[in-house]
C-alpha cells in the first residue's frame, strides 16, 4: 500500500529529485571547503553559498544578500539572536502560540534577568494585534512571534503588528519556519527586522539547513553567538564584525545548502502564490471532510483563507496516539499526535496535556490522499 505521507509541518516528503541531485553532485564533483582556498573547487562551493543566499533573498523580498545568515535550523537562529539582542532588564513580547523553540530561550533568559510578557490568544490560535500594543513597556525591545501556528496553521497579522513595532521603535521578529516557500512575505514591507527559516519543511530542502534574516545596522546590537574561523580576515584574532560572518564560523553544510539551492528554485519555479493557492485548496477539502464525521472535533480557525495545510484534530474517546497510530500501521496515512513541541498553544486551543492529531498536506499531496484519509478517519471513528 502507497504511503500517504501527511506531516509536512514536521519536515516535507517526497523531496524534489533536483534537491537529492544537487547534493549528489556536490558530494561527487565539488567537495570543497567554501571559502578557504583559492583553488576553483573551493570558490564554487562559495559560489553555491553567495546564490543560495541570494535565493532567499529573492523569496523574502531583500537585495542584499549579506543579510541572510545560514544556521542549522531556525532554532539555532532563534538562539543567536534572542541571547545576542536581550540584556537583563529588557522586556520581551511573544504569543502563547509558540513553538518551544521560542518559548524556551525565552524562559532561560527569564531567569537571567530578562522579562517575558506571553500574550494569550484566542481559542482559534488567532491574536488580537490590539493585545500586543497593551503589553509595550518604557523597557520592551523586543516582540517575537510566530508567522502561523504549527498545531492550528492560524496565520499572524505580520503586517500590522510590524508597524505597530515600528512605531514603538520596538525590535519584531517572526518565525517563519511554518511559512516560508508556502506563504508570501516580504520583510521590508511587513516591518520585520529579523527573520527566521528553516530549509527543510515548506521551501523543500535538507534536514540541517536554516537560517536568519537581520535587518541592516541591527547586527551591531547582537552579540555573536560564537567565533572561530570564517575565512576572511584570517590575519586578525578576533572574529569578524561583518555580515554574514558575525555569526558564522567553522566550515558550513554545503551540501545541505546545495540541497536548499535546487530546493528553492523548484519553489519558486512552482510559484509560491501556487503553493498557496493548492494548499488552501486541499485544506479546505480536509476540513469539509472532518466536519462531515460527528465525533471528530478540529481545532484552529475552520477557514483555508486564515490558516496555512495545517490541521489539528481529536476523535472523541480516542487518544491523539491511538489515531495516529491506527492511521499508520492500517491505512499507511503518515501524522503526528501529542503536543507537536508547543505546550502553550494546546492549553490555549484546550488541548493540553494530550494534544492532538495533526494532519499537514504539502506541495506534493493530492486530493485522492486527502480523500482516502477521511475515509480511514471515519471508519476508525465509526468503532467507537
Given at each position: 500500500?502507497?504511503?500517504?505521507?501527511?506531516?509536512?509541518?514536521?519536515?516535507?516528503?517526497?523531496?524534489?529529485?533536483?534537491?537529492?541531485?544537487?547534493?549528489?553532485?556536490?558530494?561527487?564533483?565539488?567537495?570543497?571547503?567554501?571559502?578557504?582556498?583559492?583553488?576553483?573547487?573551493?570558490?564554487?562551493?562559495?559560489?553555491?553559498?553567495?546564490?543560495?543566499?541570494?535565493?532567499?533573498?529573492q523569496i523574502i523580498g531583500i537585495s542584499d544578500p549579506t543579510r541572510i545568515v545560514f544556521t542549522r535550523n531556525a532554532?539555532?537562529?532563534?538562539?543567536?539572536?534572542?541571547?545576542?539582542?536581550?540584556?537583563?532588564?529588557?522586556?520581551?513580547?511573544?504569543?502563547?502560540?509558540?513553538?518551544?523553540?521560542?518559548?524556551?530561550?525565552?524562559?532561560?533568559?527569564?531567569?537571567?534577568?530578562?522579562?517575558?510578557?506571553?500574550?494569550?490568544?484566542?481559542?482559534?490560535?488567532?491574536?488580537?494585534?490590539?493585545?500586543?500594543?497593551?503589553?509595550?513597556?518604557?523597557?520592551?525591545?523586543?516582540?517575537?512571534?510566530?508567522?502561523?501556528?504549527?498545531?492550528?496553521?492560524?496565520?499572524?497579522?505580520?503586517?500590522?503588528?510590524?508597524?505597530?513595532?515600528?512605531?514603538?521603535?520596538?525590535?519584531?521578529?517572526?518565525?517563519?519556519?511554518?511559512?516560508?516557500?508556502?506563504?508570501?512575505?516580504?520583510?521590508?514591507?511587513?516591518?520585520?527586522?529579523?527573520?527566521?527559516?528553516t530549509g527543510h519543511k515548506s521551501l523543500l530542502g535538507p534536514q540541517g539547513t536554516g537560517g536568519v534574516y537581520i535587518?541592516?545596522?541591527?547586527?551591531?546590537?547582537?552579540?555573536?553567538?560564537?567565533?572561530?574561523?570564517?575565512?576572511?580576515?584570517?590575519?586578525?584574532?578576533?572574529?569578524?564584525?561583518?555580515?554574514?560572518?558575525?555569526?558564522?564560523?567553522?566550515?558550513?553544510?554545503?551540501?545541505?545548502?546545495?540541497?536548499?539551492?535546487?530546493?528553492?528554485?523548484?519553489?519558486?519555479?512552482?510559484?509560491?502564490?501556487?503553493?498557496?493557492?493548492?494548499?488552501?485548496?486541499?485544506?479546505?477539502?480536509?476540513?469539509?471532510?472532518?466536519?462531515?464525521?460527528?465525533?471528530?472535533?478540529?481545532?484552529?480557525?475552520?477557514?483555508?483563507?486564515?490558516?496555512?495545510?495545517?490541521?489539528?484534530?481529536?476523535?472523541?474517546?480516542?487518544?491523539?496516539?491511538?489515531?495516529?497510530?491506527?492511521?499508520?500501521?492500517?491505512?499507511?496515512?503518515?501524522?503526528?499526535?501529542?503536543?507537536?513541541?508547543?505546550?502553550?498553544?494546546?492549553?490555549?486551543?484546550?488541548?493540553?496535556?494530550?494534544?492532538?492529531?495533526?494532519?499537514?498536506?504539502?506541495?506534493?499531496?493530492?486530493?485522492?490522499?486527502?480523500?482516502?484519509?477521511?475515509?480511514?478517519?471515519?471508519?476508525?471513528?465509526?468503532?467507537?
Open positions: 500500500m502507497k504511503i500517504v505521507y501527511l506531516d509536512n509541518a514536521a519536515t516535507s516528503w517526497p523531496k524534489p529529485e533536483v534537491m537529492i541531485d544537487a547534493m549528489t553532485h556536490f558530494a561527487r564533483n565539488i567537495g570543497a571547503n567554501p571559502g578557504r582556498s583559492a583553488h576553483r573547487l573551493s570558490v564554487e562551493a562559495a559560489r553555491i553559498i553567495f546564490e543560495a543566499r541570494e535565493i532567499i533573498g532554532t539555532e537562529g532563534i538562539n543567536i539572536i534572542l541571547k545576542g539582542f536581550l540584556k537583563p532588564g529588557d522586556h520581551v513580547i511573544t504569543s502563547s502560540m509558540e513553538h518551544n523553540s521560542v518559548i524556551r530561550p525565552l524562559r532561560k533568559l527569564e531567569k537571567k534577568g530578562v522579562e517575558v510578557s506571553v500574550v494569550k490568544c484566542k481559542e482559534d490560535g488567532s491574536i488580537r494585534h490590539e493585545d500586543i500594543s497593551k503589553e509595550i513597556k518604557r523597557n520592551t525591545r523586543l516582540i517575537i512571534l510566530t508567522h502561523a501556528s504549527n498545531v492550528t496553521g492560524t496565520l499572524f497579522p505580520v503586517e500590522d503588528i510590524g508597524e505597530i513595532a515600528k512605531n514603538h521603535g520596538i525590535v519584531f521578529c517572526v518565525d517563519a519556519a511554518q511559512t516560508l516557500g508556502n506563504t508570501p512575505l516580504n520583510v521590508e514591507k511587513s516591518g520585520v527586522d529579523v527573520l527566521f527559516f535587518r541592516k545596522g541591527l547586527e551591531c546590537e547582537i552579540d555573536s553567538f560564537e567565533e572561530g574561523g570564517t575565512g576572511s580576515r584570517s590575519e586578525f584574532e578576533e572574529h569578524p564584525d561583518f555580515m554574514p560572518d558575525r555569526f558564522e564560523s567553522g566550515t558550513p553544510n554545503t551540501i545541505g545548502i546545495s540541497g536548499l539551492l535546487a530546493s528553492c528554485k523548484f519553489v519558486l519555479g512552482y510559484g509560491i502564490d501556487n503553493v498557496r493557492e493548492k494548499e488552501m485548496r486541499v485544506t479546505e477539502k480536509l476540513l469539509r471532510g472532518l466536519s462531515s464525521i460527528s465525533n471528530v472535533r478540529i481545532y484552529g480557525p475552520k477557514d483555508p483563507g486564515k490558516m496555512i495545510s495545517i490541521v489539528s484534530f481529536n476523535i472523541d474517546g480516542l487518544s491523539p496516539s491511538q489515531v495516529s497510530l491506527a492511521l499508520d500501521e492500517e491505512f499507511n496515512v503518515m501524522t503526528r499526535p501529542g503536543l507537536h513541541c508547543s505546550p502553550l498553544a494546546h492549553r490555549t486551543i484546550g488541548t493540553f496535556p494530550h494534544g492532538t492529531v495533526r494532519i499537514s498536506p504539502g506541495i506534493f499531496t493530492e486530493d485522492a490522499e486527502i480523500e482516502f484519509t477521511i475515509e480511514a478517519i471515519k471508519r476508525i471513528s465509526h468503532r467507537l
